[in-house]
């Protein structure tokens, strides 16, 4: 069986290439400190587990009743086309 020698970087003709990084600085940036001002955060009250699920139901019920609107717009969509179709065509 033959056997083939897969080439490398070093087999190259016109040797290794080189790649070196030019030489760069960061910038320095002065910034001055300061003082935060003291605040308090407010206290927030976390709604209850039946708030939240109260949420979710009704946002869950509007989403079904527009997919039952979309779906009740394509029906009639779909009937508009059918009767379009049915009157374009000739009379046999």
Do not use: C, H, W
């Not at 003709?13 to 320095?28: A, D, L, Q």
């Not at 939240?52 to 139901?57: E, F, P």
């Not at 509007?62 to 065509?89: D, H, I, K, Y």
Request: glycine letters at 4%.
């Amino acid at each position: 069986m033959a056997s083939y020698k897969i080439p490398t970087l070093d087999d190259l003709p016109f040797g290794r290439p080189s790649f070196t990084m030019p030489s760069f600085s960061m910038p320095s940036v002065n910034i001055p400190n300061f003082e935060m001002p003291a605040f308090e955060m407010p206290a927030v009250d976390l709604p209850s587990a039946e708030r939240v699920l109260g949420a979710v139901r009704d946002t869950a019920y509007v989403g079904v009743g527009l997919l039952v609107m979309t779906a009740e717009r394509l029906q009639a969509l779909q009937q508009q086309v059918v009767e379009r179709l049915a009157s374009l065509r000739p009379a046999a």
